[in-house]
């Protein structure tokens, strides 16, 4: 079974589904569900969340601690966020933000949220990592200069092949 899942689209967007996959000798169909899954399919638990409707580093819920940073980063209502009236905003080549969980005995672990990236310049990216253990991180999105048309895109990212740990980072 295929499933596609259309998550947090705002009113009066277009949605366009590219399904390049044909099967060998079968009939098949592609269906769009309401809410999450299928019918019957459990609903995803929520472990930890941030809107940054704090305006600050410490808002939020579900982590161990609060977002450490350097460099270029903050919380700022400036560029129009996706929803609400701030977001996180890491500039430059300095601009770094993590935080960690617990997610220890968690399953099936998937990093959900909205991002866009701005003003890049040909070679420029900027990543989202993980981390079991605080230390040797794993990049698991880049985003680089053809990314850069400021307009916000909801990421899925499945991380369910790591180890979770009772401190796992997001950065």
């Known amino acids: 079974h295929y499933f596609i899942t259309i998550d947090n689209v705002k009113a009066n967007t277009n949605i366009r589904v590219n399904w390049p996959f044909t099967p060998a000798n079968n009939d098949w169909k592609v269906a769009i569900y309401t809410g999450l899954g299928p019918p019957g399919a459990p609903s ?12 600050n580093f410490s808002g939020g819920s579900g982590w161990l601690a609060i977002w450490s940073t350097s460099g270029l980063a903050s919380i700022t209502s400036l560029g129009s966020p996706q929803q609400g009236t701030y977001h996180m905003l890491l500039e430059s080549a300095t601009g770094h933000a993590q935080r960690n969980l617990n997610l220890s005995g968690k399953t099936n672990v998937r990093v959900q949220f909205w991002a866009k990236a701005v ?3 040909p070679g420029d990216n900027a990543t989202l990592s993980v981390s079991p253990d605080g230390i040797g991180f794993t990049v698991v999105r880049t985003w680089t200069s053809d990314d850069a048309d400021g307009i916000y895109r909801f990421e899925d990212i499945d991380i ?12």
Not at 44 to 55: H, K, L, Q, R
Not at 160 to 171: D, G, L, P, Q, V
Request: hydrophobic share 35%; glycine share 4%; aromatic share 18%.
């Open 44 to 55: 995803p638990t929520i472990i930890a969340t941030d809107n940054f409707e704090s305006g």
């Open 160 to 171: 369910s092949s790591f180890s979770m740990t009772s401190n796992f980072y997001i950065a």
């Open 119 to 121: 003003n890049f310049n």
